[in-house]
């Protein structure tokens, strides 16, 4: 399959890699060479580190990268694919403008699919003159890590686009949760409401970021506590999330302030180095001050 990913940021260089891997020709694409090359550089970062851990040989590495190309011309980029994955910042009205750009330029066959943790589906397939081929395929961070894809069902999607989805999610090793377009989906709606609470209990004293973290890696086996994964998700992510959640379901879902503090601080979580923990080399190191 000719797939072509829009957004070179995290989770677009993460799908690239992934679908490379998996035997699909990419084009990678985003506004600026530099933001291209910075997630082709990811990728080979990525790529040669699972050559050094022995996950995968020399040969299937170079394999892999030889079949992805970056672009920044939108036109260029999507001539000939088959699949188109939107990882455009989340933004209800730049993601429904890249699939009405991406509408001029693409075969009528062509399955659309947007990366949205949360956003409606049904809303930014609204953009398409041909809204059955949209779909919402909701990877996680690190793509190349997570065995999860959400397959989100929008109103207007197409049985045959399902198909080729969850087709698409299924050749890449991942496992298919198909989940009917509602806010938050499954994961972002349940992921957030825990956070949301840890938070809350973090605010009123009853037990420190460290110690919640801790209950819930060894008394739930999560892998990782709901305040760590909030700081690797993003603070700042968390927070537009829970708003969009609120306007769509109620006050149930009203951030903390401690979430609002630390986003104004700009303590975004381990991509700024501090958010409830203290971060370096990627690693949580110490709780931070939690006011």
């Known amino acids: 399959m000719n797939v072509c990913v829009l957004g070179a940021g995290t989770m677009g260089s993460g799908i690239t890699h992934v679908a490379a891997a998996s035997g699909h020709n990419v084009r990678l694409r985003d506004i600026e060479r530099e ?8 990728i080979r970062s990525t790529v040669e580190g699972g050559v050094e851990r022995d996950k995968l040989t020399r040969e299937e590495a170079d394999a892999a990268l030889d079949r992805i190309e970056g672009y920044t011309d939108l036109a260029a980029a999507l001539e000939g694919v088959d699949l188109v994955v939107e ?3 989340e933004d209800i009205d730049l993601k429904r403008g890249t699939f009405g750009d991406v509408e001029d330029h693409v075969a009528g066959d062509a399955v659309v699919a947007t990366n949205t943790s949360s956003l409606s589906v049904t ?38 686009t399902l198909a080729t989805a969850r087709e698409f999610v299924d050749g890449l090793g991942k496992t298919v949760v198909e989940v009917d377009d509602a806010p938050g989906f ?7 409401a825990l956070g949301c609470e840890a938070m809350r ?5 009853v037990a420190s970021a460290e110690d919640i973290d801790a209950a819930m890696e060894l008394g739930y086996s999560h892998p990782m506590g709901p305040l760590e994964l909030t700081d690797v998700v993003g603070l700042d992510v968390r927070l537009d999330i829970l708003e969009y959640l609120r306007e769509e379901l109620g006050e149930r879902f009203r951030p903390p302030q401690v979430l609002k503090r630390k986003v104004r601080a700009g303590k975004l979580g381990r991509k700024t180095g501090e958010g409830f923990y203290v971060w370096e080399d990627g690693e949580a190191v110490r709780p931070a001050d939690e006011g």
């Open 87 to 89: 990882a455009v910042p």
């Open 35 to 42: 933001y291209v090359d910075d997630g082709l550089e990811t």
């Open 201 to 205: 209990m973090v605010e009123s004293g």
């Open 123 to 160: 809303e930014i397939a609204s953009a398409l003159d041909r809204p059955g081929r949209a779909v919402g395929l909701h990877f996680f961070n690190p793509v190349y890590v997570m065995d999860l894809v959400e397959v989100v069902v929008a109103e207007q999607t197409t049985d045959a």
């Open 186 to 192: 499954a994961s972002s709606r349940l992921g957030v």
